[in-house]
Antibody
Framework: QLQLQESGPGLVKPSETLSLTCTVS??????????WGWIRQPPGKRLEWIGS???????YYNPSLKSRVSMSVDTSKNEFSLKLSSVTAADTAVYYC????????????????WGQGTLVTVSS | DTHMTQSPPTLSASVGDRVTVACRAS??????LAWYQQKPGRAPKLLIY???ALEGGVPSRFSGSGSGTDFTLTISSLQPDDFGTYYC?????????FGGGTKVEIK
């Protein structure tokens, strides 16, 4: 059974960089059928796609966050990571990692497996 | 960006009722639409993909329809475990976008 687990600090100071890692178990991250994505949900708001990364390292980002986002993959550890720089209170959210079944185009797909989510609060 | 609009924002129904949730895309997305159920404090769970395909393990009382810009999620006979917020998501073009959600409450 595929499982995804987010890890990283739950509290980040304004202007610093948010860093999260998603560890995948029960399956290989090195599959050409999937992208690996980050999605966030601010309190009481809708889900927002941050970006997707392929096992090769190719990444696709939401234009609204592109200048501050970086995603990477470590196939040897079966994990992928998110970095979001220059955070503000608006970046406070539950962050989910998910497996996206590839469809329609590069970086696009439906999320068939999700991590439990991790709350990241931006505050001094 | 393709904006996704869901209606109604909330609905309250009784066990056994037929429930319908609508989702409209601001531009055509073919059938690249997914539906999710999210319960409080939990991750979204995929129910429907490609507008009408049922994800494995999802009860057959859930169904989806539509294409282009207008889509519908139907629960044929509402069960107590079906409470939660339902989201649609388009994956036809960048960026991936989600609807605002429909909260389903059991009377």
């Amino acid at each position: 059974q595929l499982q995804l687990q987010e890890s990283g600090p739950g509290l980040v100071k304004p202007s610093e960089t948010l860093s999260l890692t998603c560890t995948v178990s029960g399956g290989s991250i090195s599959s050409d059928s999937y992208y690996w994505g980050w999605i966030r949900q601010p309190p009481g708001k809708r889900l927002e796609w941050i970006g997707s990364v392929y096992y090769s390292g190719s990444a696709y980002y939401n234009p609204s966050l592109k200048s501050r986002v970086s995603m990477s993959v470590d196939t040897s550890k079966n994990e992928f990571s998110l970095k979001l720089s220059s955070v503000t209170a608006a970046d406070t959210a539950v962050y989910y990692c998910a497996r996206l079944v590839a469809a329609a185009g590069l970086g696009l797909g439906r999320g068939d497996h999700w991590g439990q989510g991790t709350l990241v609060t931006v505050s001094s | 960006d393709t904006h996704m609009t869901q209606s109604p924002p909330t609905l309250s129904a009784s066990v056994g009722d037929r429930v319908t949730v609508a989702c409209r895309a601001s531009q055509t997305i073919g059938t690249y639409l997914a539906w999710y159920q999210q319960k409080p404090g939990r991750a979204p769970k995929l129910l429907i993909y490609k507008a009408s395909a049922l994800e494995g393990g999802v009860p057959s009382r859930f169904s989806g329809s539509g294409s282009g810009t207008d889509f519908t999620l139907t629960i044929s006979s509402l069960q107590p475990d079906d409470f939660g917020t339902y989201y649609c998501q388009q994956y036809n073009s960048h960026p991936l976008t989600f609807g605002g959600g429909t909260k389903v409450e059991i009377k």
